[in-house]
């Protein structure tokens, strides 16, 4: 029954594994001593000390300064980034405008244009021989020569008044 690893009993037998477990090793405890409580004042660093202090206080200031004005140098170069972009787009959008206008002006140019703009929005026609109207004028000439002179009768300031009153009353 040795050789068979069926066991004909009830209760279980215990193996054993094959290998062997490791114990968890635990850490040695460190011998620890009781210090007096020292007043802070009583503390004293020396002058090596707080030169190296006073270092990295200055080196960590130094950096920070340097990350914030790289910081504050990118923000401005993506403002101007992109008011440049707005300028380049107004630019595109008022060329555009620019060729429309263009445009505009050299179809209002075109007599055909002209014509038919004048029967659609002012309601125009083309004349007929019916829609003309001839009239005759005497060929007298009305125009005065610069040779003629004209004679303007002087007036006291009495007649003057006399005169826009008698207009006043016609």
Known sequence: MASTKYQ??????????????KQKRRPKKQNLRVVKEVKRQDIRVSKEERKQQAKITML?????????TISYRNSQINESFSEVQNLKKELSSVEKENEQLKVN??????????EQMAKEKLGMQKLTNKDTVYINLPKKD???SASEKIQIKEQNWFQKILEKISNIFK
């Open 60 to 68: 960590i200031v130094m950096i920070f300064a340097v990350l914030l």
């Open 142 to 144: 009305y125009t005065e």
């Open 8 to 21: 004909y009993t009830t209760s279980p037998r215990k193996l054993e594994p094959d290998y062997k477990r």
């Open 105 to 114: 002006i050299e179809n209002s140019l075109n007599l055909n244009y002209i």
